[in-house]
């Protein structure tokens, strides 16, 4: 894999939502969509799903665009070409090459397990004791 395609997991693809979320708007470009849109394609949670849209809206690879004074978010494939062009070339490995594949994955299962770790420690400790 490039450095592009490294940065780019670096920055977005933190779980395998995000990874198939990244991955359907790479197949679809043109079609926007809702949250509950892809979680009935991807049979995920709708928070889950969101999650992995802000994170993906934040590195730049979808766009959100409220509707409805505000009341309805849709998201859609970036238009930049370099962001796009990198989702390209990561769809690629992920397909089409083996070892890429195994080294999305195990970025995907590490960041994972850091994630779990980051948010263990930043929970209160539980203040309950018995004498």
């Avoid at 395998?16 to 809702?34: I, Y």
């Avoid at 299962?109 to 420690?121: F, N, T, V």
Wanted: net charge negative.
């Amino acid at each position: 894999m490039d450095e592009e395609v490294k940065s780019l997991l670096q920055r977005a693809v933190k779980n395998l939502v995000s990874l198939e979320v990244t991955l359907f708007f790479h197949s679809h470009p043109e079609q926007p969509n809702d949250v509950e849109d892809l979680c009935r394609r991807m049979g995920c949670e709708p928070a889950t799903v969101a999650n992995a849209l802000r994170d993906l809206a934040n590195a730049g690879v979808v766009e959100c665009f409220q509707l409805g004074a505000g009341r309805y978010e849709i998201y859609s494939y970036t238009h930049n070409t370099t962001v796009r062009s990198a989702v390209d070339r990561l769809s690629h490995c992920y397909h089409d090459d083996p070892k890429s594949r195994a080294e999305i994955i195990q970025h995907i299962i590490s960041s994972s397990i850091r994630s779990g770790c980051e948010q263990g420690r930043s929970a209160p400790a539980n203040s309950t004791h018995t004498p």
